[in-house]
């Protein structure tokens, strides 16, 4: 008995000895798979990109690749701000929310309560603040883009929601069915002005970016950033070319996709939710929370939260293998993309941001289910 005691004692011995040389290697071979990937994704001389994995405080993979400037030839950092896109919307979202709980509005509050001008006072009465936040309004996008296109290059919040509010009609009985729409957060990045006395973007910076510690973020109001920045590119004839402000339409409209901000200052934002540093944490956990209206009859259940979008596997509209629960949110606005997740039960989270028109999840997602940290 004695020696087969030791005998078990020193196979444990070498078996614990073992395992931190088999996390190191299946760690360094992550490293070397998504590397490899991203080589081939990003030329040294093309737009590129930054990606962040990290697993609770762990960093697994932090990286980046091709230039920011096509022009300069300034490298693509992970201090490189980039334009976000509709990730803008989770910090308007929780501008709304954080009013709230400061006891400034009410989600349940109507429309026509922050803008009495509507043309159809009924339907401004109608549509309440959770349902803008949750894409279930169903006021029509009344903007002509695409023939107003010279006008919306420079058209800013008021000018992009300005339309909305001459609709005589719904799509749909608010908070019956899902539609994106952009422009309804131009109306709720107006009403945190109305509410908190100040403009959407420095409310944000002082109770958001400060707080997080984000000192790389912005918020443009018409402008754009103009250090340490990224250009948005697509490819154009074989070409990369610059799309980005004073190129795509509805780019200087802030609320929808106005915030700028690097790969460290998102990692900061990620931390700062986590840890509920910039509101209450009852606050964190309803942003992440679905739930489901009663008149509810849209084709798919409920997946969007008023802030984020939340369902199982990788994608909302496309089944994948994984089962893990996701919060996400994604952007895509001229030449850049970007991607915020969050898996709780994995401590993963992901972020990355591209500025070559590439969307890079789907990568980042097969090697993580491959090597087991998903699944």
Same mark, same amino acid.
């Given at each position: 008995?004695?020696?087969?005691?030791? /005998?078990?004692?020193?196979?444990?011995?070498?078996?614990? $000895?073992?395992?931190?040389?088999?996390?190191?290697?299946?760690?360094?071979?992550?490293?070397?798979? /998504?590397? #490899?990937?991203? #080589?081939?994704?990003?030329?040294?001389?093309?737009?590129?990109?930054?990606?962040?994995?990290?697993?609770?405080?762990?960093?697994?993979?932090?990286?980046?690749?091709?230039?920011?400037? /096509?022009?300069?030839?300034? !490298?693509?950092?992970?201090?490189?701000?980039?334009?976000?896109? +509709? $990730?803008?919307?989770?910090? =308007?979202?929780?501008?709304?929310?954080? %009013?709230?709980?400061? @006891?400034?509005?009410?989600?349940?509050?109507?429309?026509?309560?922050?803008?009495?001008?509507?043309?159809?006072?009924? $339907?401004?009465?109608?549509?309440?603040? &959770? @349902?803008?936040?949750?894409?279930?309004?169903?006021?029509?996008?009344? &903007?002509? =883009?695409?023939?107003?296109?010279?006008?919306?290059?420079?058209?800013?919040?008021?000018?992009?929601?300005?339309? %909305?509010?001459?609709?005589?009609?719904?799509?749909?009985?608010?908070?019956?069915?899902?539609?994106?729409?952009?422009?309804?957060?131009?109306?709720?990045?107006?009403?945190?002005?109305?509410? +908190?006395?100040?403009?959407?973007?420095?409310? $944000?910076?002082?109770?958001?970016?400060? #707080?997080?510690?984000?000192?790389?973020? &912005?918020?443009?109001?018409? +402008?754009?950033?103009? !250090?340490?920045?990224?250009?948005?590119?697509?490819?154009?004839?074989?070409?990369?070319?610059?799309?980005?402000?004073?190129?795509?339409?509805?780019?200087?409209?802030?609320?929808?996709?106005?915030?700028? +901000?690097?790969?460290?200052?998102?990692?900061?934002?990620?931390?700062?939710?986590?840890?509920?540093?910039?509101?209450?944490?009852?606050?964190?956990?309803?942003?992440?929370?679905?739930?489901?209206?009663?008149?509810?009859?849209?084709?798919?259940?409920?997946?969007?939260?008023?802030?984020?979008?939340?369902?199982?596997?990788?994608?909302?509209?496309?089944?994948?293998?994984?089962? =893990?629960?996701?919060?996400? @949110?994604?952007?895509?606005?001229?030449?850049?993309?970007? @991607?915020?997740?969050?898996?709780?039960?994995?401590?993963?989270?992901? =972020?990355? %941001?591209?500025?070559?028109?590439?969307?890079?999840?789907?990568?980042?997602?097969?090697? %993580?289910?491959?090597?087991?940290?998903?699944?």
């Amino acid at each position: 008995m004695h020696l087969r005691f030791k /005998l078990i004692s020193g196979l444990l011995f070498i078996f614990s $000895i073992q395992m931190p040389c088999f996390a190191q290697s299946r760690e360094e071979l992550l490293k070397s798979k /998504l590397d #490899s990937a991203f #080589s081939e994704l990003f030329k040294a001389d093309e737009p590129g990109g930054a990606i962040l994995i990290q697993q609770g405080n762990k960093v697994l993979y932090e990286n980046s690749f091709g230039l920011a400037d /096509l022009k300069t030839k300034e !490298k693509f950092t992970t201090k490189t701000v980039a334009n976000l896109g +509709s $990730i803008t919307k989770t910090f =308007v979202s929780y501008g709304i929310l954080m %009013l709230q709980d400061r @006891h400034k509005l009410s989600t349940d509050d109507n429309l026509l309560k922050f803008f009495p001008d509507f043309k159809n006072k009924d $339907i401004a009465s109608k549509i309440k603040l &959770r @349902h803008v936040l949750t894409h279930s309004s169903g006021l029509p996008d009344l &903007r002509h =883009v695409e023939k107003d296109s010279i006008f919306y290059l420079t058209a800013k919040d008021e000018e992009n929601f300005r339309p %909305l509010k001459s609709a005589d009609s719904l799509e749909f009985e608010p908070g019956t069915k899902f539609k994106y729409s952009n422009p309804a957060y131009n109306g709720l990045a107006l009403v945190i002005e109305k509410t +908190s006395g100040m403009k959407w973007q420095r409310f $944000i910076g002082e109770n958001i970016f400060k #707080s997080a510690g984000m000192k790389s973020s &912005r918020i443009t109001d018409g +402008s754009y950033p103009e !250090k340490n920045v990224a250009h948005g590119y697509i490819l154009k004839d074989k070409v990369y070319t610059e799309y980005d402000y004073g190129e795509y339409p509805t780019f200087t409209a802030a609320g929808n996709g106005g915030v700028w +901000s690097s790969i460290e200052d998102l990692k900061k934002y990620i931390t700062a939710i986590n840890q509920c540093k910039f509101t209450n944490c009852s606050v964190i956990e309803a942003s992440k929370t679905l739930y489901k209206p009663e008149q509810w009859n849209g084709k798919k259940p409920v997946y969007h939260t008023g802030t984020w979008f939340v369902h199982k596997g990788f994608y909302a509209d496309t089944p994948t293998e994984e089962n =893990v629960k996701v919060i996400e @949110h994604s952007g895509d606005q001229g030449g850049f993309k970007s @991607h915020l997740i969050m898996i709780p039960e994995k401590n993963i989270s992901i =972020v990355w %941001l591209t500025n070559n028109n590439k969307f890079i999840t789907g990568h980042i997602r097969r090697l %993580l289910l491959k090597m087991n940290y998903i699944n």
